[in-house]
C-alpha cells in the first residue's frame, strides 16, 4: 500500500531517501568523537585480528561493488594484501585459505546459496569468516565465526540501495578498525576518516535534495538503448554498480568500465548520442587521476557521446566537457561512493519508472536467490 510505501510510488524510492538514517544506524554506537572505533561485537579479539596476514572478501550482485570498494580502502589504511571475488566463482577454484586468512561475507540478505558454499569452503580451510550481514539470525552470520551487522532496515525492492551504502560503511569500519588495532602509518588519517564517516549520512542527504535534475535527465533518457558507465579508482566499482541498477531495473544495456581501459577497447563504442556517465574522482589528493579522467571524458565527448559528469562541488575541470553536470559534496576520496551511488540509483529508478516497468520486482530476478 502507499502507507507502506511511506507516501512514494515504489519501495524503491523510499529505500533510496532512506539512506541518511540507515547510515547513521549503522555507525551509531560504533564511533565517539575522538574517532576511536569500537566494535567489540565483532567477537573477534585483537590478537585475533593481529594475526591475519591475507583479507578475501566474497559476495553477489550489488555486494560484490561493496566488496570491490573494501579492497581500496582495506589495502590503504591495513596494508593487508586484499582480494575480491564472486562467492559464485570462489570455491570453484581451490583458493589458498589459511588460519591466518579473515574472509569477509558480504550479504544483505544472509540467505544468499551462492555465499553460503563459499563461506562453508572458507571455514573447512580453517580461514576466519566475517558477515556483513543486514538481516539478523539469518543463515550466513549464523554460519560465521564473527558479524558485524548493517543496521538499514528491512529492504524491500530487489534492487539493492540502502543496503549496499551501508555494506560500504560496515566495510570501512571493518578497515578502519583493523588499522586502529593494527596500528598503520596512517594513524592519524584513520582517526580523521572516522570522523569524516559520522558526516556522511548528511552528505548525503545534501545528494538526495539535488536529484530532481538527475530524474528529468532519467526521463529524457527512455529510448536510449545503450549506456555506458566510466570511473576509475574507488569509481570503478561505482560505475559498475550504475550499470547494474540501469540493466536491473530498466533492462537497458549498461556497461561499467574502468576509465583508464577506454583506450584499450570500450572506446570503439562510442557514437554519436550514446549516453556515458563518468564518476569523476576527487580533484584533491589524486589530481593526476582527475587529470587523465576529464582527458576521458574530452575523448568521448569528441566521439560524439553524450556526457552526463559526477563530479565534487568545486571541480571546475570538468564543466567545459559536461553534457550534463551532476554536483556531490567534497569528501575524503576512500568515502566518495556513499555519495557518487546515490545519482545513479536515481537515475536507473526513474528511468524504469518512466518506461512504465515494476521499479520494485524487475522481471527475472529475486530480492534473495535461495539456489546455486
Ligand atoms: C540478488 C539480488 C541483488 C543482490 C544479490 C546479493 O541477486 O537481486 O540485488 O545484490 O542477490 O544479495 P545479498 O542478499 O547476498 O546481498
Known sequence: SAAEKGGYAWFMQKEIAEQPRALADTLLGRVDESGRLS??????????????????VIACGTAYHAGL???????????????????????????????QTLVVAVSQSGETMDLLMALRHAREQGSRVLAICNTNG??????????????????????????????????????????????????????????????????????????????????????????????????????????LKLKELAYIHAE????????????????????VIVVAPSPRGRSLLHDKVVSNIQEVRARGARTIVIAEEGDEAVVPYADHLVRVPASPVLLQPLLTTVPLQEFACELAAAKGFDVDQPRNLAKSVTVE
Open 138 to 243: 539469518s543463515t550466513i552470520p549464523r554460519e560465521s565465526d564473527a558479524v558485524l551487522y548493517t543496521h538499514a532496515g528491512p529492504e524491500v525492492a530487489v534492487a539493492s540501495t540502502k543496503g549496499f551504502l551501508t555494506q560500504l560503511v560496515a566495510c570501512y569500519l571493518v578497515a578502519l578498525y583493523l588499522g586502529q588495532v593494527r596500528g598503520t602509518k596512517w594513524g592519524d588519517e584513520v582517526t580523521a576518516v572516522v570522523r569524516d564517516l559520522a558526516a556522511m549520512p548528511e552528505k548525503v542527504e545534501k545528494v538526495l535534495e539535488a536529484m530532481e535534475p538527475v530524474r528529468e535527465l532519467a526521463r529524457s533518457l527512455v529510448d536510449a538503448r545503450s549506456v555506458l558507465f566510466l570511473g576509475r579508482h574507488v569509481g570503478y566499482p561505482v560505475a559498475l554498480e550504475g550499470a
Open 256 to 275: 561499467g568500465f574502468a576509465a583508464g581501459e577506454l583506450k584499450h577497447g570500450p572506446i570503439a563504442l562510442i557514437e554519436d548520442g550514446l549516453p
Open 69 to 99: 570498494v573494501a579492497k581500496y580502502a582495506i589495502e590503504h589504511w591495513t596494508r593487508i594484501p586484499c582480494e575480491v571475488e564472486l562467492a559464485s566463482e570462489f570455491r570453484y577454484r581451490d583458493p589458498i585459505l589459511d588460519r
Open 39 to 56: 566494535l567489540d561485537e565483532m567477537r573477534l579479539s585483537d590478537d585475533e585480528l593481529r594475526e591475519i596476514d591475507k583479507i578475501v
